[in-house]
């Protein structure tokens, strides 16, 4: 056992250390809270779209039977419009003759237009009940609605119906169609009629109270004297028929502009104008018959005060209903149109995403399963080999930087190693005595072949590079100073080198501290997001990244490729690119293994997974230039480059839309669809989950987690690449972490 003196670098005292370290956390608060918005933001757009999109059906009763004992007789035999005068309840007929011609569940973008359209051009006025969600999303139709001349009511936002809802529900209900209505042309209105609504005859005890409230609010509820019942689709002459008043009675009529398919109603409607004014009849709306009642009464007390004419040969001011929208509601309207704007654009275009994210997720599962079956096939064929055993001495590489609880454990896994090796433990200026621990362990196991190298804190690359200038052999294998290795893991890491094309070789890590809940999650990632990829990458000799915890590297290729570099987070990913462009081959030796302590907290998984994923970024952009070269560097920029930025990059960041689009078709549109969806996606996953393991002879019963590490453990991975996504673009750097270690993982016979 050697110990060599203090290596020359720069100098970084703890407390500087410290002081960047608080630096670099401060910064990334802005980012964090940026993810966090984004996420939000996601979110809203998501909930609003789906609160847009309540489904609006028949106009049919939710309860039938119910008890009218509550409801004054002179309102169920009253008129279609009720309102509240003084605080008393009166209705309001109709006159003889005169149609009310009213059209609910608007406004259509097919549909609507249409209706207008005949409408003006047999100038005939009509009164239009909106659903809320429907004006915000179709703003301009309403304006044309006002512009010329029609009237318009509430029919409420979500086309609920109101008799079983709070009156907090049914207060927002009505505010929010208001500011869309402010919003889409300016107006507020006092007409309302209740979705599932029909005469005044089947008011109830439920509903009663509601048309009290809204009374008292201001608001005229206006109900149905005759139903075209045009949305059960029964041919033109029906809804003609049945649109149709008796003798010359006045109506309020129902018609439908919106709901459902309306071609029979387009039909109809001229058919039906054509035969009432062919009849006497005239057309209005429901501010047009409260008029025309006014006046009627005035004359009748002997206090006329004048008559005017209306469309069609009827009186009256057709939109009194209308209230010219205050400052503060437009505004708030058109804040509300415009959030409403955003997500009718972003959800089509996010379904999109959706749709090529599920289709390069089950691409990857598919390139997956194929090509590590195939290279599983290759590598275990009785005739296939490397070349000649290899069996000369290797130089083992220890960075290690306050693993006072690792140190030991580390080299009694490479005490007992099949191979002969020296080992090289690079001591980066650690606080906690850990070269001593190293001395002491190596004495106390009768190694000889151990140097302790101490360095002042200069970094993981400047510590590893230290072991490469002081290697005393051509091959160096790098491992974390908390990592073990199984006794064969040597010997079988080395043996790719018989090919005088490698230049280096990635083993197989395996989580040691795997019977915690985190521990398990990170277990299943190992087997199936990593080792699985590495057998893909091998076969299209694109392997993106060495492992830290194992890897070998012929020594002259290191030192070709300028070292391991400081310049990104990600030294492993780094330098395994820059021999992929030196021209050197990188494989995969799937039955090298090593264990290695994962993060025991959600706090330390964060860090390590945030360094990875921003170094891998950095590592890519650094090595752009390959997407041009030529050879062996254009052979990575152009398969190896595209396969991570889509596989590591693009589709993870995007792959939250899959659980939030499941979410919002759960919540929306099909509980049962959706949930069947998602856990056939979870079955795909688990198949190649339980492939890898085989692959990997590892225990199944580890994957009865998996249900639960898509739930939670991915999100939050997702999170963190997204948070690392946006350190990349708003040009923050990262400095390395160190994650504390508890020294559990003790020799492979112990974790096997």
């Known amino acids: 056992m050697t110990t060599t003196t203090p290596s020359r670098g720069r100098r970084r005292a703890p407390s500087r250390l410290g002081r960047a370290a608080g630096k670099a956390a401060a910064l990334q608060k802005p980012r964090v809270l940026l993810a966090g918005l984004l996420l ?107 512009e010329q001349g029609n009237e318009v009511g509430i029919h409420t936002f979500t086309h609920v119906d109101l008799s079983y809802q709070s009156d907090a529900r049914v207060d927002r209900e009505m505010q929010q169609t208001q500011l869309a209505l402010a919003g ?27 048309y009290q409230k809204l009374g008292e609010d201001g608001y005229t509820s206006v109900f149905v004297d005759t139903d075209s019942d045009d949305w059960k689709k029964p041919g033109v002459s029906k809804i003609v028929k049945w649109a149709t008043p008796s003798r010359t009675n006045g109506a309020a009529v129902l018609f439908h502009d919106a709901g459902g398919e309306r071609s029979q109603t387009i039909k109809a409607l001229p058919t039906y ?64 149109l415009a959030a409403v704007a955003v997500a009718e654009y972003a959800v089509p275009a996010l379904s999109v995403g959706l749709m090529v994210v599920g289709v390069a997720v089950m691409g990857r599962f598919g390139m997956m399963l194929i090509l590590a ?84 804190n200069a970094g993981k690359p400047a510590a590893l590079n230290n072991g490469v200038r002081n290697a005393s052999y051509d091959i160096v294998i790098m491992m974390d100073g908390d990592t073990v290795f199984e006794p064969d893991a040597v010997h079988q890491l080395v043996q790719p080198f018989a090919d005088p094309e490698v230049g280096a070789v990635a083993g197989n890590a395996k989580v040691g501290n795997r019977d915690t809940v985190i521990g398990a999650w990170q277990h299943i990632e190992y087997v199936m997001g990593f080792n699985l990829d590495r057998r893909m990458y091998d076969l299209l000799r694109c392997m993106p990244t060495i492992p830290g915890a194992i890897g070998a590297f012929r020594r002259e290729a290191v030192l070709q490729v300028g070292g ?60 752009r230039k390959s997407l041009t070269d030529k050879g062996p560097s254009g052979r990575f920029g152009r398969v190896g480059m595209p396969l991570v930025v889509i596989f590591q990059i693009v589709t993870p960041v995007f792959a939250p839309l899959i659980d939030v689009f499941t979410a919002y078709s759960m919540i929306f549109i099909d509980f049962q669809a959706a949930l069947l969806a998602w856990l056939a996606v979870l079955g795909v996953q688990l198949a ?48 390395w972490q160190k994650l504390k270690r508890t020294g559990e993982v003790g020799t492979p016979a112990g974790v096997s």
């Open 40 to 146: 939000l933001a996601l979110t809203s757009v998501m909930l609003l779209d789906g609160y847009l999109r309540a489904e609006v059906g028949g106009d049919q009763r939710v309860r039938d039977g119910a008890s009218s004992s509550e409801v004054p007789e002179k309102i169920l035999d009253g008129g279609p419009i009720l309102s509240f005068r003084g605080g008393q309840a009166t209705t309001v007929s109709v006159p003889d003759k005169t149609i009310a011609l009213t059209f609910d569940d608007g406004p259509n973008p097919t549909y609507t237009p249409k209706v207008l359209e005949i409408l003006e051009k047999y100038d005939v006025p009509a009164t239009f009940f909106v659903v809320g969600s429907m004006v915000s999303r179709y703003p301009d139709i309403v304006k044309n609605m006002v």
């Open 184 to 210: 889409a042309a300016g107006i507020t209105t006092t007409l309302f009629r209740a979705p599932y609504s029909s005469e005044t005859d089947a008011i109830d005890n439920y509903s009663w109270p509601v």
């Open 273 to 336: 104008i054509e035969k009432m004014r062919a009849k006497g009849y005239t057309f209005t709306t429901i501010s047009g018959v409260l008029e025309k009642e006014q006046s009627a009464n005035a004359m009748a007390g002997q206090r006329l005060s004048g008559q005017g004419g209306v469309a069609g040969g009827s009186g009256g001011n057709l939109q009194a209903a209308h209230r010219e929208a205050t400052e503060a509601t437009l505004y708030e309207g058109k804040a509300l």
């Open 373 to 456: 079956r195939r290279h599983y096939r290759q590598r275990n064929k009785r005739r296939f080999s490397w070349g000649p055993t290899v069996t000369r001495p290797v130089s083992v590489i220890v960075p290690a930087y306050n693993e006072k609880e690792c140190i030991a454990n580390t080299l009694k896994s490479l005490a007992r190693s099949t191979h002969p090796i020296e080992i090289i433990v690079v001591d980066d200026g650690s606080t906690d005595g850990t070269s001593e621990i190293a001395r002491d362990a190596a004495y106390e196991l009768g190694m000889h072949n151990v140097r302790v190298i101490r360095q002042e």
């Open 564 to 623: 391991m570099s400081e310049d990104t987070l990600a030294e492993d990913t780094d330098i395994t690119i820059a021999m992929h462009r030196a021209g050197w081959r990188v494989v995969y030796q799937e039955h090298a293994k090593a264990w290695t302590e994962a993060p025991g907290s959600l706090k330390q998984l964060w860090s390590q997974r945030y360094r990875w994923s921003y170094g891998t970024m950095q590592a890519l952009w650094k090595h």
């Open 688 to 735: 190649c989950a339980a492939y890898a393991f085989r692959l990997d002879k590892e225990r199944y019963r580890y994957l009865l987690m998996m249900p639960l590490q898509q739930l939670a453990y991915r999100q939050m991975m997702y999170l963190v690449l997204i948070h690392s996504c946006i350190t990349a673009l708003t040009g923050g750097r990262l400095r």
